[in-house]
């Protein structure tokens, strides 16, 4: 089973619409958890972190977490062409300080 | 604000050479990462410094190294380069080991 899962997409979703993606992990001490975007051919960028069970909204953006599932969200609301890149999930490691990152999953918003 | 900055922004190397990759952290961060990232995958857990000591490695063997200065800077070394270390290496600083991470523009490196 691999540490950090997302769906690797494209997820494609027309201008306007609300983008929703997923993220599981395997280790249930992991206390901290980020969302970064990722232009092609450019560096990871956070863009969320959240740490407590429930929602957390910035703008556009809201995160969700569900530790007794093992699950966190982002959603993007009102999406933009400009949203289109890759979204990495990445899950703080109990031991080390160390981020394990998900493959990421491509959006693609079309307009 | 001076964000994190990296040095080189590209390298080209052949098979056995060494590597120094530079990365200067953000100001007031005393935590340095560093990443692997291979083409259409998330970046991999190479190391962390926290205040010039090491503080959690990945599954890199030992030809990877490492330091942190006491300005916070940081460098990564790279013994007998193989194919497979051709990737863009990412560096990351934070406020500290376990705050959110703020990654460079990173080094893209070529093994020929």
């Known amino acids: 089973q691999k540490e950090v899962e997302q769906n690797s997409g494209p997820l494609s979703v027309p201008e306007g619409a609300i983008a929703s993606l997923n993220c599981t992990y395997s280790d249930r001490g992991s206390q901290s958890f980020f969302w970064y975007r990722q232009y092609s051919g450019k560096s990871p960028e956070l863009i969320m972190f959240i740490y407590s069970n429930g929602d957390k909204e910035d703008g556009r953006f809201t995160a969700q977490l569900n530790k007794a599932s093992q699950y966190v969200s982002l959603l993007i609301r009102d999406s933009q062409p400009s949203d289109s890149a890759t979204y990495l999930c990445?899950?703080?490691?109990?031991?080390?300080?160390?981020?394990?990152f998900g493959q990421g999953t491509e959006l693609s918003v079309k307009p | 604000e001076t964000g994190v900055t990296q040095s080189p922004t590209h390298l080209i190397k052949t098979r056995g050479q060494q590597v120094t990759l530079r990365c200067s952290s953000q100001s007031g961060h005393n935590t340095v990462s560093w990443y692997q990232q291979a083409l259409g995958q998330g970046p991999q857990f190479i190391f962390q410094y926290y205040r010039e000591e090491e503080n959690g490695r990945g599954n890199f063997p030992p030809r990877f190294s490492g330091l942190q200065f006491p300005n916070y800077s940081s460098e990564l070394n790279v013994n007998a380069l193989e194919l497979d270390d051709s990737a863009l290496y990412l560096c990351?600083?934070?406020?500290?080991?376990?705050?959110?991470?703020?990654f460079g523009d990173g080094t893209r490196l070529s093994i020929l």
């Open positions: 990351a600083s934070s406020l500290g080991p376990n705050q959110p991470q703020h």
């Open positions: 990445a899950v703080n490691w109990v031991q080390g300080g160390k981020l394990i």
